[in-house]
């Protein structure tokens, strides 16, 4: 019997391919359609040196995984964590292949990490070790081959430091090789806002489907990084209100709604949600548990799972992160009756903006940042549409996040055999 490879044994890997083999099942696609789609394309590992401040050298790892061209170029972020394994990158660029396929856009799956704890370097040696990243992964991304965008960690200037760097290699300047770019680089600010935006909008139109619209609907937000804050801020805006949110240190709640705004500026200023007053200090564990409509959990991985879910009160969550319900909680929230709309639905909004922002590098056009989140609206409340009736029409007795995987499966299945690559 062969050796595992060297991304099989890790459980975030395990638990996406579990998923896949379930929505496999329902298709009833042949195992060895399923072997040729539970791994990567290309796994590309990268030595990265960098000159400390102190003289000393320190090597870093870095990933890029490729999982599936099919359906266009690879795309998917690039994640700064102490925790990056390959099997977490190849996961993650399956998850983004399924997105992909599942918001309508021509792309198909990547992800890349590397493993460094990024608050421990000064800013010249973040720079350094993201160009030296980069150039050691240029021979394979490009604008009509992988297009990298920001996940933990980074952000619009590790961006600026990508296309900075391929642009030298290349020698000319490749607008469309990363997304998420500076505004004065040809990005967009609504690339900023879109992830959340996206979030809060299938929980909006959840919550219209499920439990009678969003006006006066409580709301209770797990992390409150990019994506958290601004599905609070949107979801505030709507008439929702948001009693509780949290971040690494922990997390408030005030069952009268919490001032959003507010809470982002003691976020900026202090580095923590927990330093604002008006609030009772609560766990990240049991903000999961508070007695709300909704929960969007923002954070991490893993957070939701056989464990806890019988204790979860919300009947609409949203998810922002990438995996934070575990398959045996899925199955379990689905028998009390909860809309879980599945990351691969609920946070592509940072996705479809940056094909907003890819497809406008190409063609040398702009939009203003009104245009392009009205046609992000308009694409993520048709996607969910279609996939909530999609559900209840063929796959009710199962998860949400089962229909979302079937019908994007199907779609990267069709593209292979149209190819002749199976």
Known sequence: MSSPLIYENDPTYQMAVKQLKEAAAILGLPDDVVEVLRHPEKLVQVKIPVRLDNGKIAVFLGWRSQHNSALGPYKGGIRYHPSVTP??????????????????????GGKGGVRVDPKKLSPRELEELSRKYFAAI??????????????????????????????????????????????????????????????????????????????????????????????????????????AVSDSKGGIYNPDGLNIEEVMKVKDETRTVINYKDAKRISNEELLELDVDILIPAAIENVITEKNAPRIKAK????????????????????????????????????????????HNRMGCFLTDEEALNRLDKIMTNNFHRVFDEWQKKYSNYPMRVAAYVIAIDRVVRAMKLRGWI
């Open 316 to 359: 609409v969550i949203s998810e922002g992160a990438n995996g934070p319900t575990t398959p045996e909680a899925d199955r379990i929230l689905h028998d009390k009756g909860v809309v879980v709309v599945p990351d691969i639905l609920a946070n592509a909004g940072g996705v479809t903006m940056s094909w907003i922002e890819w497809s």
């Open 138 to 243: 240029a021979k394979d991304v490009g604008p009509d081959v992988d297009i990298p965008a920001p996940d933990v960690y980074t952000n619009p200037q590790t961006m600026a430091w990508y296309f900075d760097e391929y642009s030298k290699i290349v020698g000319y300047n490749a607008w469309g090789v990363v997304t998420a770019k500076p505004v004065d680089l040809g990005g967009l600010h609504a690339r900023e806002v879109s992830t959340g935006f996206g979030v809060a909008l299938t929980a909006r139109e959840a919550a219209k489907k499920w439990i009678g619209g969003i006006e006066g609907k409580t709301v209770a937000v797990q992390g409150f990084g990019n994506v958290g804050r601004y599905a609070a801020y949107y979801l505030a805006q709507w008439g929702a209100k948001i009693v």
């Open 87 to 108: 099997g977490e990158v190849v996961a993650l660029s399956m998850w983004m292949t399924w997105k992909n396929s599942l918001a309508g856009i021509p792309y198909g």
